[in-house]
């Protein structure tokens, strides 16, 4: 069998054994025995339980943000665009929960290493919606009211909000990708819309 097919079976073993179980409690010999190989295999292809756990995290953020991007129509308008980006978000984080359990749940609260692998997805996911963001803005005024660091932090709270939404949706089988989307949408849509007119909240 090529290297690449039987890492993938190990990766894709330690995923659902990382997120079933999580990090600390997961073992190699559970691993090795869901990807029909011997552990020694495993610790000859990927080094140690850290680096492992480092591999599943950085081909699940991957494959997220790829689909987050390649989910997005360049020709299409801004709210098409981020409609688009938001429904290929919680797509993917639906068909794959254990991969989204990995990044959400066990990275996060499993040590500095881990998460900060996480937050070079989350930059990377950030930037993007920044963009989304600023186009819109630059569509709807000549000259947008909204600076650099408000469209930074408008694009945070959305990604945040996003990330939030879909370890709900997860949990709640009633809840369809589309509409987590739908409900994002509308709640960030209408804000952003409301900004880039000029109708801010101000303190009575």
Not at 71 to 77: I, N
Not at 93 to 120: I, K, M, Y
Request: net charge negative; charged share 25%; aromatic share 8%.
């Amino acid at each position: 069998m090529p290297r690449e097919v039987r890492e993938r079976q190990m990766l894709d073993a330690a995923v659902t054994t990382f997120a079933r179980h999580g990090y600390r409690a997961a073992s190699m010999d559970g691993i090795a025995e869901l990807a029909g190989v011997s552990k020694p295999l495993v610790y000859l292809y990927l080094n140690s339980k850290e680096d492992l756990f480092t591999a599943c995290i950085r081909r699940e953020a991957a494959a997220l943000v790829r689909a987050v991007r390649q989910g997005v129509d360049p020709a299409t308008g801004p709210d098409r665009q981020l409609w688009e980006g938001l429904g290929a978000f919680f797509t993917h984080t639906a068909e794959h929960p254990d991969g989204w359990a990995v990044l959400h749940n066990q990275a996060r609260t499993s040590g500095e290493p881990f998460a900060r692998e996480v937050a070079t997805m989350r930059a990377d996911l950030v930037a993007f919606v920044t963009q989304l963001i600023a186009a819109a803005a630059r569509e709807a005024h000549d000259d947008p009211e909204l600076d650099d660091r408000e469209v930074a932090g408008l694009a945070h709270a959305l990604v945040g909000a996003a990330e939030s939404l879909a370890g709900w949706a997860n949990t709640d089988g009633s809840v369809t990708a589309k509409e987590a989307a739908a409900t994002l949408m509308n709640f960030a849509w209408a804000g952003l819309g409301n900004l880039m007119e000029g109708a801010r909240w101000t303190v009575g």
